[in-house]
């Protein structure tokens, strides 16, 4: 889960809290971190660590600022490209590492700015040192992350690959497999993701990967892919997750085209009440696409991430901050402004939207055309669309995230108070009573019809590393990256397995 993933958005974690005081203030030019423009904005450090970015000089107070940083544990680099006199902040944001990157006008005020920058972080550091925040050095977070508490229900029982038989293979991307292996002593099916960790470390995911460890053994819905196992080999990460052979929505979609609005709405609504459930836990899901949305054997959803980004996309330039579709990223996030759970709203409007259209609302090969239209151009619709559809995709797609349907304080409340769900039961869809509108034509578990036959037909051995056996490590040997990676079950997770 491209979960992402803290709590708060950036704005309600960093928010300054008086008694917060002004270290320096002045003007930068900031990069853009998807459209890659300079733009002037009025910046403040403050002693709590929050380096905030307004359009113009604010004159009451330090609400609703555009930018929103934090620069505890930061690391400070200089350059003088692709202007002169520019410097970078390098830490994490929500589960990425990031890099942003400022003008000034001379190397005097390069200097000034950096320096003040790191007594700010130099004295936070030494006051606060285990304190949680949105942006700190790598290291630093897998520092803490080696304390972090034990997990239940393991009863001593060590995981390995020897427990399971390997398959057929799923999805491949640049971080590894995605595997349908049975586990031999349950004879349960699961789909094993198996990453490496070389990978994973040499393309800044290592802080990605751990959260998405995190929030998977924490969360407990129907509408979303469960945790069994975690654990490592010598080389690489294993992720032991429910297996649903229904297909990605994608894949359907391409085939018929088009959803009716019925079938729209039952698996709009499953998603809304995933959501609701995700933003009640604090977590903010960010990567809402058709390719995360699977279905069960039923025909429920089950939101998915398998984390592999397909080899013929990049990460930016410098900052490699997303991997993954950018006709999906809201408007807020293109102008780097602080986000909120109204992210996964936009979101939702864009996947129904497609399902109901068979098209995408905004789409050009150029991003930076596409970026432009995400930000700028009004949704259009086709005349087969009922009014409610209309209203509310216009509602879910609104450019202003505060002004978006489900961007107040109900959240998902409000949208489930939309027109076009009146008729919807939310108690008996939550309980799965609701019969789904389309059911998988699977003959067995163990049918993978609706998953890429590329992938389907290939070997399903993995390369042993280089030295030592492919199986499990102990937590004592697990390297500094990812102490307590491993995680074994517990009283809630899936079936019946080893550990009980």
């Known amino acids: 889960m491209s979960t992402p993933v803290n709590s708060l958005s950036s704005s309600e974690m960093m928010m300054p809290q008086p008694p917060a005081t002004i270290v320096k203030e002045g003007w930068l030019l900031k990069r853009g971190e998807h459209i890659k423009n300079w733009r002037p904005r009025y910046f403040l450090l403050l002693d709590n660590g929050a380096l905030i970015g307004f359009k113009s ?32 902040i390098r830490g994490l944001q929500w589960t990425t590492v990031i890099e942003r ?12 700015w950096m320096q003040a920058i790191q007594y700010v972080a130099d004295r936070l550091q030494e006051q606060e040192p285990e304190q949680d925040v949105e942006m700190m050095e790598q290291d630093d977070l897998l520092g803490r992350l080696n304390i972090s508490t034990r997990m239940f229900g393991t009863k001593g029982k060590k995981i ?85 052979n229904g297909g990605e929505l994608f894949f359907h979609l391409s085939r018929e085209r088009i959803f009716s609005e019925e079938r729209t709405r039952f698996y709009g609504a499953e998603i809304l009440l995933a959501l609701d459930y995700l933003h009640t836990e604090g977590i903010i899901y960010r990567d809402l696409k058709l390719e995360n949305l699977l279905l069960d054997k039923d025909g429920h959803i089950k939101i998915a991430d398998f984390g592999l980004c397909k080899e013929d996309i990049s990460y930016g330039a410098t900052t490699k901050t997303f991997c993954g579709t950018p006709e999906y990223l809201a408007p807020e996030v293109l102008e780097d402004t602080h986000y909120g759970r109204a992210v996964d709203w936009w979101g939702l409007g864009v ?24 930000l700028i151009e009004e949704v259009k619709f086709p005349k087969s669309l009922s009014p409610e559809a209309k209203s509310l995709l216009s509602g879910l797609l609104v450019k202003d995230p505060k002004k978006r349907l489900g961007g107040g304080p109900d959240d998902a409340k409000e949208v489930m108070l939309d027109p076009f769900f009146r ?31 590329e992938f389907t037909g290939e070997s399903v051995e993995l390369t042993p ?29 899936l079936g019946k397995g080893i550990d009980q």
């Open 101 to 112: 990157t400022f003008h000034v006008e001379s190397e005097k005020e390069r200097e000034e």
């Open 465 to 493: 590393p280089d030295q030592g056996p492919l199986n499990s490590i102990s937590e004592e040997m697990e390297q500094p990256y990812f102490q307590q990676f491993s995680f074994h079950g517990s009283t809630g997770t």
């Open 351 to 374: 996947v129904m939207y497609e399902m109901m259209c068979g098209r995408l609302p905004f789409y050009n090969r150029d991003h930076d055309i596409l970026f432009e239209l995400i």
């Open 160 to 244: 390995t690959l020897d427990n399971f038989e390997f398959l057929k293979v799923l999805g491949k991307g640049t971080f590894g497999k995605v595997i349908l292996c049975r586990e031999k002593s349950s004879g349960s099916l699961y789909a094993i993701k198996v990453l490496k960790k070389e990978v994973i470390i040499a393309k800044d995911e290592v802080a990605h990967t751990l959260t998405e460890n995190r929030v998977l053994r924490n969360t407990d819905h129907p509408f979303l892919i469960s945790l069994k196992y975690s654990f490592q080999t010598s080389d690489r990460l294993c992720f032991v997750m429910e297996y649903v």
């Open 57 to 88: 000089k604010p004159e009451h107070g330090f609400d609703d600022p555009l930018n929103n940083f934090t620069v505890k544990g930061c690391q400070l680099m200089k350059a003088d490209r692709p202007k002169p006199f520019t410097f970078m």
């Open 423 to 453: 008729s919807m039961p939310w108690q008996d869809l939550l309980e799965k009573k609701v019969t789904p509108p389309f059911k998988p034509q699977v003959t067995s578990d163990t049918d993978t019809r609706y998953f890429d036959q």
